[in-house]
């Protein structure tokens, strides 16, 4: 014959399974923590927002390509563009440029912003991996980057034809990132 359970033999019991219970509970947060898609898109502060005004000295001194330099205003034109933000020193850079160039192919208005960059290196980095600018502007002390909200190179912003951010594209084009990019432009040309 049993005795029946006083009521703090039955709290105790219940007390005993009190730990197994929180680390179940914890283990399945856990696990649907981890099951659950990753969301890597970086919000950026500046889509939405009107291009800061700039005015940026040519990034070539000389030749065919030298421009004029990179004025925000000439990018509020009633067409989309792309704002390019480069170095000749940087590696991804080099990494980018075959998608920079479908990009021109493909009729897609391309600007470039070089950043804490000399000329003559500038050159021989357009001369290796293509210029597919339409001008490029020269920015020595990285001010306009900052007031883009751009963190490093290469970055690229779709800009409106009112001159208004639409997305931005933080690190290198690569190849898997030019359907989204083409339907973004698209989608900002509207």
């Not at 039955?10 to 680390?23: G, K, T, Y």
């Not at 009107?50 to 990179?70: D, H, I, R, W, Y």
């Not at 779709?158 to 990132?177: A, F, L, N, W």
Request: with cysteine; charged share 15%; proline share 8%.
């Amino acid at each position: 014959m049993t005795t029946p359970s006083t009521p703090s033999a039955r709290v105790s019991n219940w007390v005993i399974w009190l730990p197994l219970a929180l680390f179940a509970g914890v283990a399945a947060l856990a696990l649907a923590a981890l099951l659950r898609p990753q969301d890597t898109a970086v919000r950026s502060a500046m889509v939405g927002k009107p291009l800061p005004a700039f005015s940026l000295p040519a990034g070539l001194p000389k030749g065919p390509s030298a421009g004029t330099g990179l004025d925000s205003r000439a990018l509020a034109d009633g067409h989309v563009h792309v704002v390019n933000v480069f170095a000749s020193w940087c590696l991804p850079c080099r990494v980018e440029a075959p998608q920079l160039a479908a990009l021109r192919a493909a009729g897609v208005s391309l600007v470039g912003i070089a950043v804490r960059d000399e000329p003559g290196d500038l050159a021989k980095f357009l001369a290796t991996n293509g210029n597919p600018f339409e001008t490029i502007g020269r920015d020595d002390s990285g001010q306009v980057q900052l007031a883009l909200g751009s963190s490093g190179v290469p970055e690229s912003y779709i800009v409106d034809g009112h001159g208004v951010i639409r997305y931005q594209h933080i690190g290198e084009i690569r190849t898997e990132d030019m359907p989204g990019l083409l339907a973004q432009i698209r989608e900002a040309g509207r």
